[in-house]
């Protein structure tokens, strides 16, 4: 699109995304269909008449040092294993084998900090890194099995510290930089980690904030905790203590440059990820290593299309999520693919940052989630526009369904309508790409995933008889097993049953988000079902943030959801009684916050609190937090016949219309 037909003010853009709002799909365009990677929709059958045999073409493509014997074990559901008999090691096949290939020279992350410096990093030197600090974590004692913590921001050393671990076997648990120390510990403590890497400090819109410092404040009782290794990424002073904390560059100058890549069995595990579930106490998924690895790299291989020699591809989230560790780690360096890697946030040192690192590396294949694109789009066209962004060829969407304006705003402003989509829907559990268009096979409608990966099973069902439901609303179901998917819950494996497949039995994984198929069979994933909220594509348990709020001594009982919110999807709502005669003021309302602040992270402050004498509550003292929900959104209340007493919703009721008529 010439410079002069861009889109300018609002009022302009506003009448084109009116006009486009009534084209209902876009079919990918010719030009990118002719190059695609998979261009006919018989991909579709083939892989649909013998999953396994599809699944077992993708996990050829990888370096097995051992081939597997069997595809698939399902004689034991839920508990699955994939590619039995076969041995592989993850880092070997994200780094050695490229570097065998005569790839060492490509780079493997432009990586950007902060405050405008550069690293390139190539195949071969992450190897020579990975090699050197796999041999120092085996110096200080970590042997295959053992957990290792890794609490990092954005900096190189995050990838290098979860290949090394992959490389001796050891499972990593990331904890997200955005989470509190004590969401860290909390995390260590449930899996028994042995060692922990983390940073001096970290970089947060020109400051720099102190990590090694709080970490220290709330570790120090944790007795399976041995080591902690500190990244130097700052320059902020740390307090070491003897015995227990090193340097990580001097453990490294110190290590043996070799260590090869520790063959392992295809359903060892790789790593341990906490999210967050129903109840405050997180869930550990755990992911195993041949069925991951086949999955995130036929997925980021598909659904990006990628040409790891001409892309250059970046996945805009933070590597403490699962998207990080599948699309911006193990997915992107199977393939070979040369990424970018950002270290700050998306309006620092200004709004056009993003912009400016597309134009600046040419990414061709961007990736990030739609509450990013609303920032976006409130921040207004001129930033993008600013930039050349005709190195663009695709663009992805993941983390919360995309609202068909933003979908259209990331079509026009970004992709200047060259671009195909692709919405992908997935989970920490599923641990790749499950619901995503093919961009050079699928026609894409804003606002839906579409269909099924191929080789996945998805339907929608109705909640009482589990019966598939052809056109309309239901629950999200998957029905086959497939590769990538957890394995359990980390040293709860009756939850894992519980948790999962306990409405439809073994062999139906129930995900949690409710979704409505269209006449076409296309899927619209609408949200969580369960007490889970989706915050600018973050996941928190309500549960875990009243355990949060009643943890602050005035508090005398708290209730949460998730409400509607334009900017973040869904915000975090608490209705709070005090103890005693305390009366509920602004002072109040901020204490609280930096309680959950302290407890689990920023990300989980409550936007609004409420203040409240009573919670409407069942006779037999459950809180009905559907009635709160249907309060919120100023909804009909329904049934209210089960309450304890009613009285509570009309007060509750009075009180939300005061404080609407105070915000306007
Ligand atoms: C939940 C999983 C997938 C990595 C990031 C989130 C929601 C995710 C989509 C999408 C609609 C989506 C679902 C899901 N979700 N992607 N494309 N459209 N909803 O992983 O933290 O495990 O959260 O995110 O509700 O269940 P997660």
Redesign the pocket.
């Known amino acids: 699109m010439a410079t002069e037909e861009r889109l300018t003010s609002g009022e302009e853009l506003d009448d084109q995304l009116a006009q486009l709002l009534r084209v209902e799909s876009f079919d990918p365009p010719a030009h990118f269909k002719e190059h695609a990677l998979l261009s006919d929709p018989a991909i579709y059958e083939q892989a649909a008449a013998d999953p396994e045999a599809w699944w077992a073409k993708q996990a050829a493509m990888l370096d097995w040092d051992t081939p597997f014997e069997q595809v698939l074990d399902d004689s034991k559901p839920p508990f699955y294993k994939w590619f039995l008999g076969g041995r592989l090691n993850v880092s070997h096949n994200c780094l050695d084998r490229h570097v065998a290939a005569g790839r060492g020279e490509r780079i493997a992350y432009h990586w950007l900090g902060e405050d405008g410096s550069e690293r390139e990093i190539t195949y071969a030197d992450l190897l020579a890194e990975v090699e050197r600090f796999a041999s120092a974590l085996k110096d200080l004692g970590v042997r295959k099995g053992d957990v290792v913590g890794i609490y990092l921001p954005m900096i190189p050393e995050v990838v290098v510290a979860m290949l090394a671990c992959a490389r001796i076997g050891a499972p990593h648990n990331v904890v997200f930089g955005g989470f509190s120390a004590e969401a860290v510990r909390e995390r260590m403590e449930f899996s028994d980690a042995k060692l922990l890497i983390t940073v001096d400090a970290a970089a947060r819109k020109g400051k720099v904030a102190p990590v090694k410092e709080r970490v220290d404040e709330v570790m120090g009782d944790l007795a399976s905790l041995q080591r902690i290794v500190v990244v130097r990424s700052k320059g902020v002073p740390c307090e070491m203590k003897a015995g227990r904390d090193v340097y990580y560059d001097e453990v490294l100058a110190a290590a043996d440059p070799k260590c090869p890549a520790e063959p392992m069995d295809s359903e060892d595990p790789l790593y341990i990820l906490y999210?967050s579930g129903s109840t405050a106490k997180p869930k550990g998924i755990l992911h195993t290593t041949g069925g991951y690895l086949t999955g995130v790299a036929a997925t980021h291989r598909y659904a990006f299309d990628l040409k790891a020699d001409e892309d250059v591809y970046w996945c805009a989230a933070d590597v403490g999520?699962?998207?990080g560790h599948s699309y911006i780690v193990y997915g992107p360096l199977a393939n070979g693919a040369t990424s970018v890697m950002w270290e700050g946030a998306p309006d620092y040192p200004n709004k056009g940052i993003w912009w400016e690192i597309v134009e600046r590396y040419k990414v061709s294949i961007l990736y990030c989630a739609p509450t990013a694109i609303r920032a976006c789009i409130k921040w207004g066209a001129e930033w993008p526009n600013g930039h050349d962004l005709s190195s663009l060829r695709l663009l992805g969407?993941?983390?919360?369904?995309i609202n068909p304006k933003a979908w259209l705003w990331y079509h026009k402003v970004i992709g200047h309508e060259r671009c195909p989509i692709v919405?992908?829907?997935?989970?920490?559990e599923t641990g790749a790409i499950m619901i995503t268009p093919l961009p050079g096979v699928t026609r894409t409608k804003p606002g839906s995933?579409t269909n099924p990966f191929p080789g996945v099973v998805a339907d929608v069902v109705d909640e009482s008889t589990g019966e598939s439901i052809e056109q309309g609303q239901g629950l999200l179901v998957l029905k086959r097993p497939w590769p990538s998917m957890l394995r359990t819950l980390y040293k709860e494996e009756e939850r894992y049953v519980n948790a999962y497949f306990n409405r439809f039995g073994p062999e139906t994984y129930v995900?949690?988000?409710a979704a409505r198929r269209d006449a076409d069979g296309y899927i619209w994933?609408i949200?969580?079902i369960d007490d889970v909220v989706?915050v600018s594509?973050h996941?928190l348990s309500t549960a875990e943030v009243e355990s949060a709020i009643v943890a602050h001594p005035d508090v005398a009982e708290a209730a949460v959801i998730g409400q509607h919110d334009e900017d973040t999807g869904q915000a975090i709502v608490a209705f709070v009684t005090l103890q005693g005669d305390l009366e509920g003021d602004e002072r109040e309302q901020e204490s609280i916050r930096d309680t959950v602040a302290e407890r689990i992270g920023k990300l989980a402050r409550p936007k609004r609190i409420i203040w409240t004498d009573d919670l409407p509550k069942t006779r037999s003292g459950k809180i009905m937090r559907r009635l709160l929900r249907d309060i919120a959104e100023g909804r009909e209340l329904g049934d209210v016949t089960t309450l304890r007493d009613p009285e509570v919703t009309a007060k509750l009721e009075a009180r939300i219309g005061e404080l609407r008529a105070a915000e306007e």
């Open positions: 999210t999520w699962v998207t969407s993941v983390g919360e369904p919405d992908t829907w997935w989970q920490t995933a995900v949690g988000d994933v949200g969580r989706n594509g996941r």
